[in-house]
C-alpha cells in the first residue's frame, strides 16, 4: 500500500510539473514603432538649375535696354518634411544671395508659386515677391509634415525677375563690365 501511495504521489507531482510547464494560450511581445525626422529640400529644372538673366540690347540709338524679358521659371523646389507636434512643429524655407552681389541699378527677385499638388501634407505657403539680398527672407512659411514631389512640375515655381531699380537715376549706374554670378540659397529650417 505504502507503494501503492508513493506511486500515486510521484504520477501526481509529475503531472502537476507537467502542467505547469506548458504555454499558455497567448504571449506579449514588445513592437517598437517611430517615425524619422525629415528636412529634406532641393532645387530641380528640365536643364540644369543655373540660370542666365539680363536685358536685350536696344536695337535703334535712343531706346534703353529691355528687362522685359528678363525673366526665368524653369526652377521647382521640391521639399520633404516630417515635423514633430511638440517639437518644431512647422518649418519655413528661406532663400538669400550667399556668394556675389546684384549689378548696381538693378534688383533680383524671386516668388514661388503655391505648391503644385502632386504632394501631400501641409504644404507651405508662399510669400509675395522677394528682392534678394545677403539677408535670409522668408519665401515659404508653415510647411508641416508634407512631401511635394519630386522634380520639374512639382512642389513650388520659382520665376526670378531682375529689372532696373525704380529710383531715379539707376539707368546711369548701370556698367557691363559688372556682369556676376550669384549664389542663391534655399534652406528649409525650424522655426
Known amino acids: 500500500m505504502k507503494n501503492y501511495n508513493f506511486c500515486l504521489i510521484a504520477c501526481a507531482c509529475l503531472f502537476s510539473l507537467f502542467t505547469y510547464a506548458q504555454d499558455d494560450n497567448d504571449d506579449v511581445h514588445t513592437v ?7 528636412a ?3 532645387l530641380e529644372a528640365s536643364a540644369g538649375t543655373g540660370i542666365t538673366l539680363g536685358p536685350a540690347a536696344p536695337t ?8 522685359s524679358a528678363a525673366t526665368d521659371n524653369t526652377i521647382w523646389m ?3 518634411s516630417i515635423v514633430g507636434t511638440v517639437v518644431d512643429p512647422s518649418r519655413t524655407v528661406s532663400v538669400q544671395i550667399t556668394t556675389g552681389t546684384v549689378p548696381a541699378g538693378t534688383e533680383l527677385t524671386v516668388v514661388a508659386a503655391a505648391d503644385a499638388g502632386n504632394g ?4 507651405g505657403t508662399p510669400s509675395a515677391a522677394l528682392t534678394l539680398s545677403g539677408t535670409a527672407q522668408d519665401i515659404i512659411t508653415g510647411v508641416g509634415s508634407a512631401y511635394t514631389g519630386d522634380g520639374v512640375n512639382n512642389g513650388h515655381n520659382l ?3 531682375l529689372s532696373l ?3 531715379g537715376g539707376s539707368y546711369a549706374t548701370l556698367d557691363f563690365t559688372t556682369g556676376t554670378a550669384l549664389s542663391v540659397t534655399y534652406t528649409l529650417s525650424d522655426i
Open 78 to 80: 521640391n521639399y520633404s
Open 40 to 42: 529634406l529640400l532641393d
Open 32 to 38: 517598437t514603432l517611430s517615425v524619422p525626422e525629415v
Open 165 to 167: 531699380l525704380a529710383a
Open 120 to 123: 501631400d501634407g501641409t504644404m
Open 159 to 161: 520665376t526670378y525677375t
Open 60 to 67: 535703334e540709338a535712343g531706346l534703353p535696354v529691355d528687362f
